[in-house]
């Protein structure tokens, strides 16, 4: 079992930015993807952004321009860089990583974002 760590949640105003970060016990490198998805009350959990272990990111349409992905091999990280933050992007975000096995999860973390 892989337990992933986040970090970064909070309140946040709209329009402001909050950065959040996901460390993986084991190498990273094992995972073909990495990404965070998220889930608002009374929704299905959805994309929102993933990293490859080449060069290749994937975003939702509702967050391209203003999300941001990087994954650190090196620090076994990955992190969502949020930015413009709107009251829709209120949700809890989760990590995922995916390798041979199969998907991964971390608890998740609450973003809030005031209007």
């Known amino acids: 079992q892989v337990q992933l760590v986040e970090s970064g949640g909070g309140l946040v105003q709209a329009g402001g930015p909050l950065r959040l970060s996901c460390v993986t016990p084991?190498?990273?490198?094992?995972?073909?993807?990495m990404g965070w998805y998220r889930q608002a009350p009374g929704k299905q959990r959805e994309l929102v952004a993933t990293?490859?272990?080449?060069?290749?990111?994937n975003y939702a349409d509702s967050v391209k321009g203003r999300f941001a992905i990087s994954r650190d091999d090196a620090k076994n990280t990955v992190t969502l860089q949020m930015s413009s933050l709107k009251p829709e992007d209120t949700a809890v975000y989760y990590c995922n990583t995916r390798d041979f096995r199969g998907d991964y999860w971390g608890q998740g973390t609450q973003v809030t974002v005031s209007s």
């Open positions: 084991v190498r990273s490198l094992r995972f073909n993807l």
């Open positions: 990293a490859s272990n080449g060069v290749l990111t």
